[in-house]
């Protein structure tokens, strides 16, 4: 599998800094944001990302708003929400939203590769199936199937 591409979004500079530096070791390639405005602006230039690791609580645009965002306009990408004790209920409804999953912070690194990866992976199952289901469909049209 080609190396998922991951946006990171939090607006604690220094935890995303320090996220980005760990989670760049891995077999990943990470960009970031620090609000879910800006989110969406590298999103719109970054089409091909396959999941949004994504804060639940930011001033300005919050994590289930950025959400509902992602999911109107790049319904394919896979969000992982990351949330503190004393937002939990956000994260639950970002599960209801569509989220594919969520984290508590301080989150350890490995738990939220293992969740990355299968996120990635479902993101690029998701899309091949609907590559075959392309293929198919313009056989038919040319019937030949
Ligand atoms: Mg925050």
New binding site residues.
């Given amino acids: 599998m080609m190396k998922p591409l991951v946006l990171l979004v ?3 500079a220094p935890f995303v800094e320090t996220m980005t530096k760990r989670l760049s070791k891995r077999d990943l390639k990470i960009i970031a944001a620090f609000s879910g405005e800006e989110a969406l602006e590298i999103l719109n230039k970054n089409r091909n990302t396959d999941v949004v690791i994504l ?1 639940v ?2 001033p300005g645009m919050n994590g289930i708003e950025t959400l509902e965002q992602i999911r109107k306009q790049f319904p394919l990408m896979e969000v992982i929400m990351l949330t503190g004790h004393a937002t939990v209920e956000s994260a639950i409804e970002g599960m209801k939203l569509g989220a594919f999953d969520y984290l508590m912070k301080p989150c350890e690194i490995e738990q939220l590769m293992a969740k990355v990866q299968e996120a990635a992976k479902k993101k690029r199952d998701h899309e091949e199936k609907i590559r075959e289901a392309r293929v198919r469909e313009a056989l038919s049209a040319h019937g030949l199937e």
Avoid: A, L
């Fill in positions: 939090d607006d604690e804060d609580k930011m």
